[in-house]
C-alpha cells in the first residue's frame, strides 16, 4: 500500500486553486476544507440563495475554531477569502481541479460536466461527488474521460475523515494521484477504489442497515438496537445513522445496491425506511424521522 501510495505522489499535478460545482451541504463543506487546508477555491451554484448559504455555514464553523482559541480572527478572514462565491464559469480557465457536487441526477450531472469540461483547461482534473452513479458512466458526458474520477466525500465533510476516490474505466493515473494528493493536502484519508455500485463504504453499510431493517421487521425496537450499538462502541446506533443521512438519500442508495447485487440484497421489500419516506419523515432534515427533532 506505501509502495501504491508514493507512485501515486509521483504522478500527481499540485492544486493551487481548485472549484466545487454545487454550494449545497457537500459542496460548502468540500469548499470551507479545502480553504481550511490553504487551497483557495471556487464555488459556483446556479442559486445565489446556495451560495449565501453555503458561506454563512464556512463563517460559522470557522467563528466556532476562532471562539475555542484554535485560530485568531485575522486567520479566520484568511480562509474565507479563500472561499470564491460565483455564479459564473469565469475564472475556471485557471482552475486545476473541479469537483462536480450538484444534484444527485444522471441528466444534470451529465449536463453540468460537459459545460465545466468546456471551460477548464486541457489538463484539468474533473471529479464528480456522486454517491451511487457509475463514475465510468458520467465520464460518457466528457471528451476527455481520463481526467475523470470520483472524490467521494462523507457528510459532513470537515468531520469525515474518508475520501473515496474512484478510479473510472478510462481514468487515468496522474488523474488519480492528482486527487489523491489533493484529498490529502485537505487533511483527508483517501482510498483509491474501483468503479462499482456503492463503491467500497456503502457495499458494507447498507448491508449492516439492511440488517437493521430486518430486526425492525421482527417487532424489535429501533431505540434499543441503537443503544446496543452504541454500548458496542459506535458512535451512534443505525436509526440515528439513518436520520442524519436522510431517509430519501438512504433508500435511494438502498435501491441503487439491491439493483448492482440483486442476489445479495433482494430480500429487500417494504422495509422501516419506505415507510417512513412514504410518511414524508426524512430525518434531521425535516424535522422527523425515526426520532423528532425540535
Ligand atoms: P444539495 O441539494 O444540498 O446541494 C446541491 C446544490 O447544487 C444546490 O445548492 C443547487 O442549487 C446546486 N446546483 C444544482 N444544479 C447546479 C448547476 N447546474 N450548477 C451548479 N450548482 C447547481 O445536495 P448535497 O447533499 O450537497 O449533494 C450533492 C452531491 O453530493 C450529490 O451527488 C450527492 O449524492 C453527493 N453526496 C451527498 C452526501 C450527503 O450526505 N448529503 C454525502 C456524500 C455525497
Known sequence: LKRRAR???KNAREVKLAAVLGAGIMGGGIAYQSALKGTPILMKDIREESI???????????????EKGRMTVRQMAEVLNGIRPTLSYGDFGQVDLVIEAVVEKLEVKQAVLAEVEAQVREDSVIASNTSTISISRLAGSLEHPERFCGMHFFNPVP???LVEVIRGERTSEQTVATTVAYARKMGKTPIVVNDCPGFLVNRVLFPYLSGFTRLLAAGIDFQRIDRVMEAFGWPMGPAYLL???GIDTAVHARNVLAEGYPERMKEEGDTAIDVLLRAGRLGQKSGAGFYAYE
Open 7 to 9: 507512485k501515486c505522489d
Open 52 to 66: 449565501r448559504l453555503g458561506l454563512a455555514e464556512a463563517d460559522k464553523q470557522l467563528g466556532k475554531r476562532v
Open 159 to 161: 468531520l469525515m475523515p
Open 243 to 245: 436520520d442524519v443521512v
